[in-house]
């Protein structure tokens, strides 16, 4: 079984200042692990992916996200917010075991970003 | 350019009438999925399908129905709408080999029903 919580739900900071999106899973195996951004009324975008190569993990437009296997955590950051970065943010669980492609959605983590 | 199109982008029904929301991927992937996002709880798959004529339920299946006759199309039925399930809902597509389970996603449907 896998599961993830996403651990706010609303994340304010001023423009350039560094975030900290946090997310926390569970898995019985192997996982894969994505950030999916969606700005509004946009569709969902991929941010970055973990799929066992590298512990850190760098995206598009200066997140990286870290997986921590013995804190069960896959922490999205970026050092500098931007006001474009408001959205909302997606942490996603897969397990890799027997073929399951059934992912588990966080309940998303709203990024505000103040002037 | 590669993406996932969904159509109708918008739709007010009625209870009871029957709906079809389109989804199309141009990108040869075998996977496709069907999620509804509802306010504080993410996105839930409603189905999904591993390649044609093979589709399986995800979390909430119950009032939706898909078919996947080729392999770019599919589509999502409402057979008899009922208003839990205005929602917006998102098509999505991934491949299964080499790189699996990055999903691409439609721009989404916004669908109320009254």
């Known amino acids: 079984a896998q599961s993830v919580t996403q651990l706010d739900s609303h994340v304010s900071v001023s423009e350039g200042t560094p975030v900290l999106l946090r997310c926390n899973y569970s898995?019985?195996?192997?996982?894969?692990l994505f950030w999916y951004v969606q700005h509004p009324n946009k569709g969902l975008q991929l941010l970055l992916k973990?799929?066992?190569?590298?512990?850190l993990v760098k995206g598009i437009n200066g997140f990286e996200a870290e997986f921590k296997k013995s804190e069960t955590s896959f922490h999205l950051t970026k050092p500098s917010a931007h006001m474009s970065d408001a959205a909302e943010y997606f942490c996603?669980?897969?397990?890799?075991?027997?073929?399951?492609?059934?992912?588990?959605f966080g309940r998303g983590t709203s990024l505000i970003v103040h002037p | 350019e590669a993406q996932v199109t969904q159509n109708p982008r918008y739709l007010i029904t009625v209870t009871g009438k029957k709906l079809t929301v389109t989804c199309s991927q141009n990108?040869?992937?075998?996977?496709m999925s069907w999620y509804r996002q509802d306010p504080g709880l993410g996105l839930r798959q409603i189905y999904y399908?591993?390649?044609?004529?093979?589709?399986d339920k995800g979390d909430v299946p119950e009032g939706y129905k898909v078919s996947r006759k080729e392999k770019r199309n599919f589509p999502l039925i409402l057979e008899s709408p009922s208003p839990n399930q205005t929602s917006l809902y998102f098509c999505?597509?991934?491949?299964?080999?080499?790189?699996?389970?990055?999903?691409?996603f439609g721009p989404g449907t916004r669908l109320t029903v009254t």
């Open positions: 999505a597509s991934s491949l299964i080999t080499g790189d699996p389970y990055e999903q691409y």
């Open positions: 898995s019985s195996y192997s996982p894969s």
């Open positions: 973990y799929t066992s190569a590298a512990t």
């Open positions: 996603v669980v897969s397990d890799s075991s027997g073929g399951s492609y059934i992912p588990t």
């Open positions: 990108m040869n992937h075998e996977y």
């Open positions: 399908s591993m390649n044609v004529e093979v589709t």
